[in-house]
């Protein structure tokens, strides 16, 4: 083995580009484990008994899960058990046992998967591995734990030609010279196409020189449409993409480019290609200082690669811009770090027409490129389709350990292959972080790359640091016990969705706070991936849509210091129950909230809106369109020689001034809602009121029932004309003051009448009744209370 070392590195000779799409930056969330193989053996768990427990009691504990003690494990109270042919899973049954009260004594208290374990990230034999910095950098050996590649995928490389280099025997197939125009691409006088085509494809454990980012399998294209000094012209390169095109390959690399401009007949070849899957990358060029990228890789078709150093900075000499043509970034090289912070990969200098093979130092985006090639032949040898490769490497890639990420210079991050080949996850989207929902919430999550039988999703489970994890997962009940996750995914199985009762044994989760998490294995590796979240449980939660509504509690309330609010409104009251954030009254949101009263002492609507009032745009009064909640109409009443204003239209009765200007409990209103909504938790009066009393006027009246309970109709008493009734006793006479027909509202179904046998008002909910009777006169007041 003959080791060359050259400082001048590619600066300048090879140039490449980027792609014109914007893309932003994310960061995996995955964790790796760094096995290879199954994780687990199936159908065994190792289970823990109550200290002391007779074995016979635990074998006869066991066996009702149709499962049998295998043997005892060298830990006390703890035993290997296997499921018997045709059992569900241990845990599942466990679970569905506890639920059902099915085992008496139940004397297991823990379950553990029996695990498979390995020798960690698989590293080749080659000798100069530990050179290559870069492999370390993208975490190829956490992906070699899953696969080094396949003989089904094959990389073009148009580049100065590839020599039949040792480090790459066995691993590349027949191309052409389009410089000399034959069948013979080996005379690779630059070298150039030979270090390129090792970062991709070098054998590993073959106990030389280098290894690849897909160390085996995975065949080389070459393409010759370079020349001796590194450069070519349009039509070599247009001929050769029709090469790799007719030839079916899977990746075409291009450590190659143009200076800065547009050349729409490449483009078009590059789209031909793209149409058909076959992934694109190309370097993002070298200038000093950096130049915009060029073609081909300023085209979207291409996926563009910077460069960075060993460091993980961007190197100084690599292009990007004018906008945001990047994609991704990976290992180029920065001679700022000396030789070991170049790239190490196969290379061959000639003596005439006689090869020498050996390995050199280069640094330069040409570099960086390969390694984003063989990362995608990498995921196709894993049988990701094509058209998934692309957002699986920048969805994946890493911000830089150190400094700032700038999305012009690294696009998405840094390459990262581990994550790109597992890119298993799973994203809780219902209940979004921080909800208020009801009892039975919609659970939804959106799975990508993961086994759909490995889904368990809990709630409520041991979490004492607070992380969000559970504390010992194998103690922990899965919501789905019992259930396949199967039964709850899409066509597409990209998202689980269920509610709450769908799984539910017990009824609704309790009022408060709560805990979510949901885990799942992906089907490459079989690694661990996860999601949490915390959502409440509202005591009452009001999803969007149209309502007759009554408020669980008046519109004045106590704020949590003890003041006491006279004005307090719906802005003040109804919340997001997604968001916390108050709901938006105002005329000019799209999102708008709708709360109308009907005021049947003068028959028109009043509807709430919160900003300044539109017939007086200069007045400069917050919330001046509240005036229709504060100033109810009023009546004139001679007290003690003294006019004064008394509330009307559904106010409360005049024995309380703070509150004689608001609507109390009972009062029912249209609420329309764009958003899910939940009364604010702010305010600690929301406890049912003990009683209320509203005026009620000859024709249609607006009324609620704001308990947590159904109120009978022979709960309401009627007072008119110092005479009082219940609502019963007013049917009953000859004389009547209400209409015996009440009307609820139901969305998609428009009012309906309250059965005659039913004879109750439902919680919370807003009904019609027509008074026969009442007026503004307080000789002639109908009042309506409830006790």
Sequence with gaps: ????????????????????????????????????????????????????????????????????????????????????????????????????????????????????????????????????????????????????????????????????????????????????????????????????????????????????????????????????????????????????????????????????????????????????????????????????????????????????????????YSCYGPGYEVDIAAPGGDDNQGLPGMILSTYVTWNGNVPTFGYQYEEGTSMACPHVAGAAALLLSAGIPPGEVRSRLQTTARRPQIGTMDKRKYGSGILDVAAALSNGSVQLTKPAKGAIVNGFPDIKANIRGIDPTSIAIYIDYGDGNGDGIPDNIATEVPILAGIPASAYLNAGQTAISFNYADVSLTGPLATGFHYIYITAKTKVGGEDVYDWGTFTVASKIIPAGQYLYAFPYGLTVTYPDGTTSATALPSDLLVDANTSAPLDFRLTSADRARL??????????????????????????????????????????????????????????????????????GTGFWLILQKDAVISSQYTEISAPLGFSIYLYKGWNLIGNPYTYNVPLSAIHLKYQGEIRSFDEDQLSRRPWLDASIYGYVSGQGYVKVPQDKRLLEPFQGYWVRALVGGISPQDSLVMTVQ
């Design 1 to 316: 083995m003959k080791l060359h070392i050259s400082r001048s590195g590619r600066i300048g000779l090879i140039v490449a580009c980027l792609v014109a799409a914007c893309v932003s930056w994310s960061f995996a969330a995955t964790q790796y484990a760094t096995f290879s193989g199954p994780r687990y053996v199936p159908n065994e768990y190792i289970v823990t008994a109550q200290p002391g427990t007779d074995p016979a009691v635990v074998e006869q504990s066991v066996e009702r899960l149709g499962a049998s003690v295998v043997k005892p494990v060298a830990v006390s109270d703890t035993y290997l058990v296997r499921m018997g042919a045709g059992g569900g899973g241990v845990v599942r049954a466990m679970s569905s046992g506890v639920r059902t009260a099915a085992i008496s004594p139940w004397v297991i208290t823990g379950f553990t998967a029996n695990s498979y374990c390995y020798k960690s990230d698989r590293i080749p034999d080659d000798p100069l591995f530990n050179q290559l910095w870069g492999m370390q950098m993208i975490h190829a050996p956490r992906a070699w734990d899953i696969l080094t590649g396949s003989s089904g995928v094959t990389v073009a490389v148009l580049d100065t030609g590839v020599s039949n280099h040792p480090d790459l025997l066995g691993r590349i197939v027949a191309g052409y010279d389009f410089v000399q125009n034959d069948n013979d691409p080996s005379n690779d006088i630059d070298g150039h196409g030979t270090h390129v085509s090792g970062t991709i494809a070098a054998q590993g454990d073959n106990s030389e020189g280098v290894v690849g980012v897909c160390w085996d399998g995975v065949k080389i294209m070459p393409i010759r449409v370079l020349g001796d000094t590194g450069s070519g012209t349009l039509d070599w390169i247009l001929s050769g993409l029709d090469y790799a095109m007719t030839h079916n390959v899977d990746v075409v690399n291009m450590s190659l480019g143009f200076g800065p401009g547009d050349i729409p007949l490449l483009q078009t070849k590059l789209k031909q290609l793209s149409t058909r899957g076959i992934i694109l990358c190309a370097a993002a060029g070298n200038a000093y200082p950096p130049e915009e990228v060029g073609p081909p890789a300023k085209y979207d078709e291409c996926i563009c690669v910077a460069s960075v150093g060993s460091t993980e900075a961007i190197a100084y």
């Design 596 to 665: 109308i009263r009907w005021n049947a002492a003068q028959s028109y609507y009043v509807q709430y809106v919160t900003g300044n009032n539109p017939r007086f745009p200069g007045e400069n009064v917050p919330k001046d369109d509240d005036r229709a909640w504060l100033n109810p109409i009023v009546r004139m009443m001679l007290t003690n020689g003294t006019i004064q204003a008394v509330p009307t239209a559904g106010g409360f009765l005049p024995d309380d001034p703070l509150r004689s200007l608001q609507y109390p409990a």
